[in-house]
Nanobody, 123 residues
Framework: QVQLVESGGGLVQAGGSLTLSCAAS????????MGWFLQAPGKEREFVAA???????YYADSVKGRFTISRDNARNTVYLQMNSLKLEDTAVYYC?????????????????WGQGTQVTVSS
């Protein structure tokens, strides 16, 4: 069993930066693919970024060049550095984990989820 706890959300002005953290319990963290998803009110959960156990990173087109995903296996933590934030980045951000890497953007294939952290970008 893996438990995920996100932190780092908050209110930021457009153009600003935030770093989200996701702390994982469990000894198998280093072998897991970890992802970040967002969900805006009334919308489906969307893929943001993911990182494989070996450190390969994948991004949604909407965040390429602005967001960076990374992981620290010694700390069982995955990060999402968000720069140049836009109003449309406002959402609840979820951390997720899975043991496979196929179809990395599909939320339904992630087994473990955190409770989410709110990110609000203001003008």
């Amino acid at each position: 069993q893996v438990q995920l706890v996100e932190s780092g959300g908050g209110l930021v002005q457009a153009g600003g930066s935030l770093t989200l953290s996701c702390a994982a319990s469990g000894r198998t963290f280093s072998t897991y693919t970890m992802g970040w998803f967002l969900q805006a009110p009334g919308k489906e959960r969307e893929f943001v970024a993911a990182i494989s156990w070996s450190g390969d990173a994948y991004y949604a087109d909407s965040v390429k060049g602005r967001f960076t995903i990374s992981r620290d296996n010694a700390r069982n933590t995955v990060y999402l550095q968000m720069n140049s934030l836009k109003l449309e980045d406002t959402a609840v951000y979820y951390c997720a984990g899975r043991s496979t890497i196929r179809d990395i953007e599909r939320a339904s294939l992630y087994r473990y989820w955190g409770q989410g952290t709110q990110v609000t970008v203001s003008s």
